[in-house]
C-alpha cells in the first residue's frame, strides 16, 4: 500500500494512504473440497498460479484444493494454505536457468514487478517463460 507523507504533521509522520471501502483486489471463486462446495478468495495472481498448477500437474482445481486441505495445518485457513501452496510450488520449480531466462536477479525487476497491474495475458508470459 502506497505511503503518504500527512501535512501539517510532525516530521516524519506518515499515513498508509487507505482505498475506498467496499473494494478489494480479491478474487471470490467456488471449489469443492472433499464433496463439500466452499468459498474462497484470493488474489488474481494466486488463482493464476493455481490454474497453471493444475495444467502442470493434469489435475483439477477442486483435486488440487482437496489436496492442500487434506495437509493443512490445524490452525492455517484454505486460504493462508493456498497461498503458501502456490508460493512453494514454484519456488521449487525455479533453477537457477529458469530465474536467468525469466530475467530475475537485477534490483530494478524487483523493484518493478509490484507496480505492474495484473493482466491476463499474465499467464501466457509465465508459461513463455516455464521452468519445465
Not at 483435486?63 to 493456498?82: E, F, G, M, V, Y
Amino acid at each position: 500500500m502506497p505511503i503518504m507523507i500527512v501535512p501539517n504533521a510532525q516530521p516524519n509522520a506518515v499515513r498508509k494512504a487507505s482505498k475506498p471501502r467496499g473494494i478489494s483486489t480479491l478474487v471470490s471463486r467456488n471449489i469443492v473440497v472433499s464433496g463439500s462446495r466452499t468459498s474462497v478468495r484470493l488474489e488474481p495472481e494466486m488463482w493464476d498460479g493455481l490454474r497453471e498448477i493444475c495444467q502442470r500437474e493434469h489435475s483439477t482445481l477442486h483435486a488440487i484444493c482437496t489436496a492442500i486441505a487434506a495437509d493443512k495445518r490445524d490452525l492455517s485457513s484454505l486460504t493462508a494454505s493456498i497461498r503458501v501452496y502456490v508460493m512453494r510450488y514454484f519456488r521449487l520449480a525455479a533453477t537457477e536457468d529458469g530465474h536467468a531466462r525469466a530475467g530475475h536477479g537485477s534490483v530494478s525487476n524487483v523493484i518493478a514487478l509490484p507496480r505492474i497491474r495484473h493482466e491476463k495475458p499474465l499467464v501466457s508470459k509465465l508459461t513463455a517463460t516455464s521452468f519445465s
